[in-house]
């Protein structure tokens, strides 16, 4: 099974350091957010990975040219432009004939993928999207009113918990037949079309949890995180 990273975006959210690098490249700890995730897809006895880029191409090529010096084989798609997570994916339809991991370049996780396979290649969907725990508690207190305005009850900074989607899909590659060539496209677009073709994506729930490194506070607050540790084994 090959691996496909998605590392096209321009980083936006996490501005102004990505005006000068793109954000898989952002250093966490020893090594940039990209190198992590290639150090976790090897752990998962993947030995091919597909990098789609755009933005700031050159500059993730350069650092990790071939793969051969990390022990795994990489090559790159580049889009011209950014053309979203599924439009990034889409470029790379010609390197994928056969059952393929995809994986967001904003996140690191600690769990193990086999299991999530294992299920996928039984059940044999289109897609398995591969989901955890996730609670977070609101900073507001939430109010529920009456037909007539009048207040029924009061939840002060309630917990929320449920499933949350990682990043992390496992793909036939019929999936890519529903992404427009050349276009910008989200992947939950792609999701809601698949699902409209009354076809059903199932969600894989695993042990373990994501490290989100999508916009500049959780960046900041995990770069510290990791410079702590980085000292402290010194």
Known sequence: MKAVILA?????????????????????????????????????????IIICTSYMSEIIEEHFGNGEKYGIKITYVKAKKPLGTAGQLKSAQKYLDDDFLCIYSDSLFNFKINTAV?????????????????????KYGMIELN??????????????KGLIN?????????FLKYIPRNKIYEMDQVFRKIQEKNNKIYGFPVSGNILDLGDRTDYEKNFKEFNKVKKHER
């Open 118 to 138: 294992k299920f996928h290649k039984k059940v044999n969907p289109i897609v398995t999207m591969v989901v955890c725990k996730y609670e977070t508690r609101l």
């Open 147 to 160: 037909k007539d305005k009048s207040v029924s009850e009061w939840k002060e900074k309630p917990a929320i």
């Open 166 to 174: 990682t990043g992390c899909f496992i793909m036939k590659s019929e």
């Open 8 to 48: 096209g975006g321009l980083g936006k959210r996490v501005r102004p350091y990505t005006l000068f690098l793109p954000k898989p490249m952002l250093p966490l700890g020893d090594k940039p957010i990209l190198g992590h995730i290639i150090d976790w897809i090897k752990k998962q006895r993947i030995k091919e």
